[in-house]
């Protein structure tokens, strides 16, 4: 069967610090994947997706950056983290685009 | 363009009680609906879907119909348990792309729906 991992599962940074949150699947190749994040008191939206290794697209133009290293990981990353960065990002992950999308157990990030 | 609306929370009932969570879409081409469920401090479950136009998802003793003529799929409940306090999320997934994009797979969620059960 299929698994997503995300860590850390909680992260407390500074202002002006690096960021680099990871997720991996399991039991399953190729698979689409997202980056959504989901601020206080708002709902989710879709930051980045890969449908394969080093392609990615942005959503929304932002302080962050996505990479694909290899086929199931996908990594979230910030030069310098601001203040409105805080939220709860959730990676989540298909088989293909008009597949059920499956979410990780997600990070909570706090910026002071 | 395409959003979800859902009903503002939160909602709170007692045990047993029947729950109705609504929502509505505006959507280009055909989409499909999709509930997903938040418990605290976790991440999103898939809790039901349904994919074309008069479809019931259901799971859990939770149902949702696919309604077209009225964009909507609200989310029901004929007895809830506190455990099913959670966030509850409607979602739509376009199946035509807008032109001159490709097929993301992009879900849009609408801002959530907190249920509180009470024994």
């Known amino acids: 069967s299929q698994t997503i991992h995300q860590w850390p599962a909680t992260l407390v940074q500074p202002v002006g610090s690096p960021l680099s949150l990871e997720c991996t699947v399991e039991?399953?190749?190729?698979?689409?994947l997202y980056w959504y994040r989901q601020a206080a008191g708002r709902g989710l939206q879709l930051l980045f997706y890969?449908?394969?290794?080093?392609?990615i697209s942005s959503e929304v133009p932002q302080n962050l950056s996505a990479s694909r290293p290899q086929d199931r990981q996908f990594i979230l990353s910030s030069k310098k983290l601001l203040l409105s960065d805080s939220g709860f990002y959730l990676c989540a992950w298909s088989a293909d685009w008009q597949e059920t999308q499956y979410f990780g157990p997600g990070t909570r990030l706090l910026v002071l | 363009g395409n959003s979800v609306t859902q009903m503002e929370g939160p909602v709170t009932l007692s045990e047993e009680a029947f729950l109705t969570i609504n929502c509505t879409y505006t959507?280009?081409?055909?989409?499909?609906l999709f509930w997903y469920v938040q418990y605290p401090g976790e991440g999103l479950q898939l809790l039901l879907k349904?994919?074309?136009?008069?479809d019931k998802g259901s799971n859990k003793g939770f149902e949702a119909t696919y309604r077209k003529e009225t964009t909507s799929f609200h989310l029901e409940k004929g007895s809830v348990q506190v455990s099913d306090s959670a966030v509850y999320f409607c979602a739509l997934r376009t199946y035509h792309p807008v032109e001159g994009s490709s097929n993301t797979g992009k879900l849009i969620f609408g801002q959530g729906t907190t249920l509180q059960v009470k024994p």
């Open positions: 890969s449908v394969g290794i080093g392609q």
């Open positions: 349904a994919t074309k136009a008069d």
């Open positions: 039991g399953t190749s190729n698979p689409n």
């Open positions: 959507a280009t081409g055909y989409p499909s």
